[in-house]
Every structure is written in structure tokens, then in C-alpha cells.
């Protein structure tokens, strides 16, 4: 066998599941990612199941980023043994305990114990890289490796992976690259990626192959229109979020929002004979009802340093773009169905982002069974609604006339609230994005493995790849693996 090579474990049937391993010899392996698979090629109890694979080579995990599709798995990997180091971005440091332990309820065990058995095993094996500066990872005789993570724009922290490989008596060094998630540019909060110097194997990410996004820069202006409509029929906005990233991104969004319509306000106040009649955005509720989420949020306020210059501009002058003081937190359950029955009794108006994103579960059902019904209300899609979820009834009702009813934990709802999707929030890289991540290296791939997608994605992604290769003259080998 010739090294260094790669076998997959996750990441090749769909998008999720991303589980990558590079071999530098027999006995000598990175693994990069370690993801649950998720939907519908996940098997039954995938959560919870054996990891599945051969770690006896395994010197060190490097995780690209915290979404379980790409760490949902580590669990399993401790319980086989692994004791190595699990190599990750700074900010990854901080977020990675708060998503597995979440995970770990949910998919493993919620017993006290167990939790915080599992959670001292991790910490000792995390270590925290800066970005942009390479580190050592194996060091032997015959071969090493250094790695370095590059901002890849996908969420806090998130990272893709360059892999130096030198063989004794064998020059140059091989480059891998592993892109993990890739994000788009102009995100409120992250600095945007920067292709790789090079590469001679990159592992690409294909999840929007096979298409271009929308315009997001005026995701703000449309979000703000909806929060207008909604707010003046003394209505709730609802927006089902998942916790760790889009979360963030919309209480950003939404706390810009809030500061101009205050100071509009003010000066309306002075101005307007009806001012009885206006809403009061400067005490109108951001309802945050997610304890995991709130604690996600807390620690990116901690690592604001990692924002973008922008983000930082706000904090300098003074305000707290996610922690303002229209942030409501709810925490406990009673709390929650507080807030729920106070919301659907009365007509005042509030911004509610409640998980899950796809309303499957999580506390944004709750809501939804008491407020669909009344057209006073709004529900705000910002996310990608899986088929088959409640989320995707809803939104597939948006503009439909006539009754329409969703199933919420066995029981037929009304659908009566306005319904709205907003394009624009895609953490992922479109088909532009990908290809220029690829076409910007100074040299030409040997070979791209695309992964992380589906295969209509897959296939057109490697397509535009290899047209646009052919401009530059090169054939490269753009690589599907199963």
C-alpha cells in the first residue's frame, strides 16, 4: 500500500456522518472528524452505537468543527479506548464539553455520574491550537506530520485542516487538506475563509455542489420587514433555531434591528400624535428559550475575540450584540410554559427563537401548539426543514389557502399563523464558494475527494471542478469515494 492514504467512516453517503482517517503507515493514523450520521442514512440508535472501525493506529483526533456531524461520534470513539489527543481550535475548546454534553444526555446516558465521568475523559484529552501556526502531531523515524487549522467562516472556531507529511529520504513534504465545513462569505459575526496556499490531496466538503445561494445582503432588511408585519398585527414571531451558530447569527441580526428601531423611536415619540399606538421596540421581549443555546451564546460573548472586525467595532462602542438587555432567557421548564401561556393570553408583541430548527421536538412545539392557530402570529424559517419533519409541513403551507393541520407530538394542529422563509443564513459555502476555495491554490490538486454531500451535489460540483481545471489546461482527478 502506498501511504499516505485514506479510508472514510462517515461523510460519503450523505451529508453528515464526516469521519475521515489518513494513513501515514501501517500503524500510524490521523483521524479527522469523528460525526454521527444523521436523517435518513443514520442507522437506529446511531447515538449510542459502537464506533465501528479499527483504532489501534489512531495517534490524534483533529476536529474541524463542534456540530455532531462532525464530533456527534466521539463518545463512542472514548468508550473504545481512545486515549489520544483531541486536536481542535481554540474556540472549538470551549464549545465542544457544552455540545457533548448535551449529546451525551440525549443519546447516551442523562445519569449524573455517567455524564460527568465521560466529560473528565474528554477535557483531559482536548488540546486547544491557535489558528495559522502549525503544530506538531507525530514525530517518528520514519514519517511525520504536522497540522494547522485555518479559519474555514462555517461557525466559531470552525477550522480546516492542513496535514504536512514528510517521509524519511522523500522530498517534498505531502500536503492533505481536509476543508471540514466551509462557510459563506459576509457572516455578521466570523472572518470570512481563505483558500489554501495548496494542496496535493483535498478532502472537499460538497453539501451546495449543486447550487448558487441567494443574495444574504439584504437578510437583515427581509428578517426586519417580517418582525414589522408580525409585531404590527400584535402578534409572536417565531423562529425554531438550532442552538450552536444560527442562533448567534439571528440575536446579532436582531439586536442591530432593535437599536436603529429605538432610536427611531425616540425621535417618533416626540414627533408622532399616535405614539400610543407604535410599538415599543425599545421594551419590546427577545425571548432566548433554549438552556443550551444560552450556554453557547455565553461562551461566544467569552470568545469574542474570534469575531470579526465588525462584530468587535459593536463591542467597543458599547453595545452588547448578543446580550442586550431585551435578551430574555428562559431557563427552566416552568418557566417555559410560563412564557408560553402568557404569550398566547395576550396581544403583546415578541421575538421568540426556540429549538429545535426543525420543530421535531425541544421547546419550539410548545409554542407552536399554542400560537399556530391564531393569524395573528408569524413563523420564521431561516433553516433548512428536513422532509418528513413538522418543520417542512409548516413551512410547505407558506402561501397555501384553504386548511391546513400539522402533527404535533400525535395530535392534528391548525395552521393559521403567517409563515415566512428567509434565504440567506447557510452556514455552508455554495458551488461558487467551493470552487474558488479549490481554483485559488496556486497549484492543482493531484486529486479532490469530494465527500459531505449528496450525489446530485457530488456529481455537479465535480463537474464545475473539472471545467474549470480544463481552462487552466490540467486534468486533475476529481474523486467521488464510497
Known amino acids: 500500500m502506498e501511504y ?3 479510508s472514510h467512516h462517515g461523510g460519503t453517503r450523505g451529508v453528515t456522518g464526516s469521519c475521515h482517517q489518513l494513513h501515514l503507515d501501517a500503524s500510524t493514523s490521523l483521524l479527522v472528524d469523528c460525526g454521527l450520521e444523521q436523517g435518513d442514512v443514520a442507522p437506529s440508535g446511531a447515538a449510542s452505537a459502537p464506533i465501528g472501525f479499527a483504532i489501534g493506529a489512531i495517534r490524534a483526533l483533529v476536529i474541524t468543527h463542534v456540530h455532531l456531524d462532525h464530533v456527534g461520534r466521539i463518545p463512542a470513539l472514548l468508550a473504545a479506548g481512545f486515549r489520544g489527543p483531541v486536536l481542535c481550535s481554540e474556540p472549538s475548546a470551549k464549545l465542544l464539553p457544552l455540545v457533548l454534553e448535551d449529546a451525551f444526555k440525549l443519546g447516551v446516558s ?9 466529560l473528565a475523559v474528554l477535557q483531559r484529552q482536548v488540546v486547544a491550537l491557535p489558528f495559522e501556526q502549525w503544530y506538531p502531531v507525530i514525530e517518528q523515524e520514519s514519517v511525520a506530520c504536522s497540522i494547522r487549522l485555518q479559519r474555514a467562516g462555517h461557525l466559531l472556531g470552525s477550522a480546516y485542516v492542513e ?4 517521509f524519511s529520504g522523500k522530498e517534498p513534504s505531502s500536503r492533505i487538506v ?8 459576509g457572516n455578521p459575526l466570523l472572518r470570512s475563509v481563505k483558500p489554501p496556499e495548496r494542496a496535493d490531496i483535498l478532502v472537499l466538503e460538497s453539501t451546495y455542489g449543486d447550487r448558487v445561494h441567494a443574495d444574504r445582503s439584504d437578510r437583515q432588511a427581509r428578517l426586519e420587514a417580517v418582525i414589522d408585519r408580525a409585531l404590527a398585527d400584535g402578534g409572536t414571531v417565531l423562529i425554531p433555531a438550532f442552538s450552536l451558530g ?3 447569527e439571528l440575536l446579532y441580526e436582531i439586536e442591530d434591528i432593535l437599536h436603529r428601531k429605538s432610536l427611531n423611536h425616540e425621535h417618533a415619540l416626540g414627533a408622532a400624535d399616535d405614539s400610543l399606538h407604535m410599538i415599543d421596540w425599545p421594551r419590546l421581549p427577545v425571548i432566548l428559550d433554549s438552556p443550551l443555546a444560552q450556554r453557547i451564546t455565553k461562551a461566544y460573548v467569552e470568545l469574542h475575540q474570534y469575531w470579526n472586525c465588525t462584530a468587535r467595532q459593536r463591542l467597543s462602542e458599547g453595545r452588547a450584540p448578543l446580550k442586550f438587555e431585551q435578551l430574555v432567557c428562559v431557563e427552566s421548564h416552568s418557566q417555559h410554559l410560563q412564557v408560553v401561556n402568557y ?3 395576550t396581544a403583546r408583541p415578541a421575538i421568540v427563537i426556540a429549538g429545535n430548527g426543525m420543530c421535531s421536538g425541544g421547546r419550539i412545539v410548545n409554542y407552536l401548539k399554542a400560537m399556530l392557530g391564531d393569524p395573528r402570529h408569524e413563523v420564521v424559517f431561516v433553516g433548512y426543514q428536513a422532509r418528513g419533519t413538522p418543520g417542512a409541513v409548516i413551512q410547505a403551507s407558506e402561501g397555501v389557502e384553504g386548511l391546513v393541520q400539522v402533527d404535533l407530538d400525535g395530535q392534528m394542529y391548525d395552521i393559521k399563523a403567517k409563515v415566512m422563509s428567509l434565504g440567506g443564513y447557510s452556514a455552508h459555502a455554495d458551488q461558487e464558494g467551493l470552487a474558488v476555495f479549490v481554483t485559488a491554490m ?3 490538486p493531484a486529486a479532490v475527494l469530494l465527500v459531505h454531500g449528496d450525489q446530485k451535489a457530488k456529481k455537479m460540483l465535480r463537474k464545475v471542478l473539472e471545467q474549470a481545471f480544463a481552462r487552466k489546461g490540467e486534468v486533475p482527478r476529481v474523486l467521488i469515494p464510497t
Not at 110 to 118: K, S
Open 4 to 6: 499516505p492514504c485514506l
Open 110 to 118: 442523562a445519569e449524573p455520574g455517567q455524564v460527568d465521568r465521560f
Open 163 to 166: 496535514c504536512d507529511v514528510r
Open 178 to 185: 481536509f476543508s471540514g465545513d466551509l462557510g459563506q462569505p
Open 246 to 248: 444560527r442562533t448567534q
Open 343 to 345: 404569550l398566547k393570553s
Open 442 to 444: 496556486a497549484n492543482v
